[in-house]
Every structure is written in structure tokens, then in C-alpha cells.
């Protein structure tokens, strides 16, 4: 497994937890 | 089309984590909204010129119905643009997220319901089966093309069911027909024949003759 494929998937795992994040945040906010 | 990853231009970078976001977002809502209507029961309604007997919990039709637009076209965006730029992609891990998280949704509350005691077969059935629609595809996918799809073996993949086999067959044919190759002639038995009688009628001499078998049983 060659460095650029580490970052990416570390990469990407960052940006669908952002996205988990901003989903429970903007729930939180709509239904409250 | 794969490009070396260090070799991703900015721009397609910022489409690869915009849009993984936006879809990991849709999931979560989906996720989120599915146990706020459950919470309620399992379903409701809004609009529409009817006598509501359960409203939906406030903001939960927009979350949800965003949730599924926006990250099914950002889900597609992903799919170009992870594809494309050769890196790891996560776009087959999509379809497992949605129908996993989703079934495990009704698992749960099939053994632990908002109202009542006792199992929810309701929920405990679409929640085997959403287990299974998402577990199945993503055992084949870590078999087959993993997180990194190439041209070729994506198309492997996409070939109609048997198409590998055949292609595995054509080849064993082809390699077999080739080890066979140098296969003895079928006049090679007349062509000692009329060595021999060359060399007995003294046509040949005994070096003559044994170099004319040798070259001929090579």
C-alpha cells in the first residue's frame, strides 16, 4: 500500500465523517 | 483511465471530498429521519388535501427527501470523480451504508419497539433483509474489484454472468493448442520407411542414414 493511497483513503475517511457530523448537527437544529 | 493519485488536479480532489461528504450527510439523514418516524410508530404523513392521523416529526420530510436527492446525485458525482482520478474509491461502499445502517434500524427497533413489548416481525423481516442487501454486495465487491476498480477488471465484473468462464476455456484451448504444436507429422513413418531402404540398397552411407533419422525424429 503505497503512501498516496493511505492519505486518500485517511482522506476520504475525514470528509464522510464531516459529512456524518453535518448531518447530525443539521438534524439536531431542524427538528429541535 | 488511472492516474497516478499524486497526479489529482485540485479541482477533482475538491469534487472527490465534496461529494463523499454530501453523500455520507444524505446517508446520516436518511439514517436519522428513518428513526424519528419509527420513534413515532413507522410512518407519517404531511400535505395534501387528507385528515392526517400522524403528523411527521418537524423538519424530518425535508431532511429525508433532501437526504436522498442530494446524495444520490452526489453518490454519482463520487463515482466520476474517484473512478476517474484512479485513487481508492469508496463508491461501492455506498449501496452496504445505506441498506446496513437502514436494516440495522429495524432491527433494532423490531427487538426493542417504541410501543409494546415482544418482537416486531414487521421490522424484524426488512431489517434481515436490508442486512442481506447490503451484506452480499459488499463481500462480492472485496472478492472481485476491492476499493481500487481498474478499467479491466471492472469490466470483468460487468460482463454477463459466464463470460468469464468462456474466456478461461478459449484460452485453455488456445495454450493446449499451442503445447501440441510440434506434434509428429503424419508422414514421418514413410519418410523412415524410405530411409531405411535407401540405406540398405547402400543408397546412404551408415553416417548419411543416421544423420537423415535424427534430423527427421527431431
Known amino acids: 500500500m503505497t503512501k498516496d493511497r493511505i492519505t486518500w483513503i485517511a482522506l476520504q475517511i475525514l470528509a464522510a465523517a464531516a459529512g456524518i457530523w453535518f448531518a447530525l448537527w443539521l438534524f439536531d437544529r431542524a427538528t429541535t | ?22 453523500v455520507s450527510a444524505g446517508i446520516t439523514s436518511l439514517y436519522l429521519g428513518m428513526r424519528s418516524v419509527m420513534d413515532i410508530g413507522g410512518y407519517c404523513a404531511e400535505g395534501g388535501p387528507f385528515e392526517i392521523a400522524t403528523h411527521c416529526p418537524d423538519g424530518v420530510p425535508a431532511l429525508m427527501i433532501g437526504g436522498i436527492w442530494i446524495g444520490m446525485i452526489a453518490a454519482f458525482a463520487y ?5 476517474g482520478a484512479g485513487i481508492p474509491s469508496f463508491v461501492g461502499l455506498f449501496w452496504p451504508a445505506l441498506f446496513m445502517s437502514l436494516g440495522w434500524n429495524f432491527l433494532q427497533y423490531a427487538f426493542d419497539p417504541p410501543f409494546g413489548d415482544g418482537i416486531v416481525y414487521g421490522w424484524l423481516i426488512p431489517g434481515i433483509l436490508f442486512e442481506l442487501m447490503g451484506v452480499i454486495p459488499l463481500w462480492i465487491m472485496f472478492k472481485t474489484v476491492g476499493l481500487t476498480p481498474r478499467s479491466t477488471r471492472v469490466r470483468s465484473v460487468l460482463a454477463p454472468p459466464g463470460a468469464k468462464a ?9 495454450e493446449a493448442r499451442k503445447a501440441d504444436a510440434p506434434s509428429p507429422r503424419p508422414d514421418m513413418v514413410s519418410e523412415l520407411e524410405r530411409l531405411t531402404a535407401l540405406h540398405r540398397s547402400g543408397a546412404l552411407s551408415d553416417d548419411e542414414f543416421e544423420k537423415a533419422k535424427r534430423r527427421l525424429l527431431a
Open chain 2, 1 to 22: 483511465m488511472t492516474t497516478a493519485p499524486d497526479t489529482v488536479p485540485l479541482k477533482r480532489a475538491f469534487w472527490i471530498l465534496g461529494s463523499l461528504f454530501l
Open chain 2, 79 to 83: 463515482g466520476w470523480a474517484s473512478i
Open chain 2, 166 to 174: 468462456m474466456a478461461t476455456a478459449m484460452r485453455a484451448v488456445v
